[in-house]
């Protein structure tokens, strides 16, 4: 089940998608269709272009020697995928194993500390290993389901915050890994998840990155109706000029607001030129 529309939450094609498995049988060109879902999936969604296919781990899956967690393994630990994202960031690298094996953000600092330690040994086989024989990758997907994101299901998440992630590393199915990303290899989640902060979901074709802490605001909130206070998430703010920055790049910011002063704090928003990307109960 999913916690929201899935069309305005932009997975519409992964939940209207059956999750694809092999079974015996399959025709050459169902087998071409599987292998192209698992490069898919585990390279972020990037293009693979005809040179940069794994020729043996491929031969080897058609014939039945490899399984699709197997061919998944070997996608993972191919100098392919290491070039790709190997030279991210340490966090930024493992929640993208998280997206790329798991199909979900991570769910917690220890989540990410323990792959961490593992990449800290030099184990880069390992870490790839730690996803695929897992038991929550062998319960959910089997040995022979392709992976899939399913962070925005109930089923596969802890907690709220962990929902909210999911769509920091997912922008909808057309997105990759890296590419439209105003992330690109920098970390997304590394503070949010230790915070535990749940941060904005967003329609695909809003950009919205969450700000750091310091460009979010406290805007009277020592006062209220029941000491109610709320988080606006504001997005559209032209930047000025500085250093050839194009005054034309978007900011954002985060308030916190008493209830008394929502009213005041959303015509001062759009006086501003800023986008209200949403309004939640703190």
Known sequence: ??????????????????????????????????????????????????????????????????????????VGKSDLYQ????????????????????????????????????????NFDSEIDSYVDSDEYQNTFGEDIVPYIRGYKTEAITHMVGFTHTFQLVRGASTSSLKADLAGKSPKLNSLVINGTATAVVAPGTTFRTPAINSRSVHGTSAGEGGKVYRIEVTGYRAKAFNNISKFRQSNQVYLVSYDKLSQEYQRIHKQGGKIVSVTAV
């Open 83 to 122: 070039s790709r994202f190997a030279d991210c960031p340490r966090y930024r690298f493992v929640e993208l194993n998280f997206r790329h094996f798991l199909g979900r953000a991570p769910n917690s600092y220890d989540e990410m500390k323990a792959h961490s330690a593992i990449l800290d040994a030099g």
């Open 1 to 74: 089940m999913t916690f929201g529309p899935a069309s305005r939450l932009g997975v519409s094609l992964f939940d209207e998608t059956p999750p694809q498995e092999w079974v015996p049988g399959r025709s050459n060109e169902e087998v071409d269709t599987l292998i192209s879902a698992i490069y898919r999936q585990v390279l972020g969604n990037a293009y693979v272009m005809e040179s940069e296919r794994l020729v043996v781990p491929e031969s080897q899956f058609k014939r039945g020697e490899l399984s699709v967690r197997e061919f998944v393994r070997a």
